[in-house]
């Protein structure tokens, strides 16, 4: 590990804290570990490369470009250790996918943000500077059911996520 760090120039300080990020996690003699965007992620010989996204599709195949993959890739969130390749992997495997990208935690859409954001503002017709406005009158909701047509059946999911653990797959 001395050897990468001092070869990749970095602070003695930058090089001190990532060796204790190593060692607190074990995998310090596991292999070549690279810090990069303030996270410390397992680095290879040869990084891996773009998946196909068989979604063509898909909001994923839109927005992941070979630099976004580069950027993305190695990082691990801190809450589960989700990846990039875990998040898009519907798309990947399917190809029948609207978007193609799931979160695993909440460290996902800060970690992977690069590319959840553009999905995001893609999937919803929203601009990056948007802003979400809560108004809860009952008195202002407006239907569109047609009365001949009335709704037999309403499906509400509702789903907790608690801090510090991954998403429910």
């Not at 003695?12 to 810090?35: D, E, F, H």
């Not at 691990?76 to 250790?81: A, D, E, F, Q, R």
């Not at 943000?113 to 995001?120: E, T």
Request: hydrophobic share 35%; charged share 20%; with cysteine.
């Amino acid at each position: 590990l001395q050897h990468y760090f001092i070869q990749s120039n970095l602070s003695i300080m930058s090089w001190q804290k990532l060796l204790g990020s190593c060692a607190a996690v074990g995998a310090a003699s596991l292999g070549v570990y690279k810090m990069k965007n303030n996270h410390l992620f397992a680095g290879t010989a040869e990084q891996k490369p773009l998946p196909e996204i068989r979604s063509e599709q898909s909001l994923v195949k839109k927005h992941l470009t070979q630099e976004k993959w580069d950027q993305l890739s190695g990082i691990k969130t801190k809450t589960s250790g989700f990846t990039l390749e875990q998040a898009i992997a519907t798309a990947i495997q399917f190809d029948n996918q609207q978007c193609g990208i799931y979160a695993g935690d909440h460290d996902s859409y800060i970690d992977f943000a690069p590319l959840f954001d553009l999905v995001i503002q893609d999937y919803h017709g929203i601009d990056a500077n948007a802003t979400h406005t809560s108004d809860m009158d009952p008195e202002k909701i407006q239907g569109n059911v047609h009365p001949d047509a009335p709704v037999h059946s309403v499906r509400i999911r509702v789903g907790r996520s608690f801090e510090g653990f991954g998403l429910s797959p």
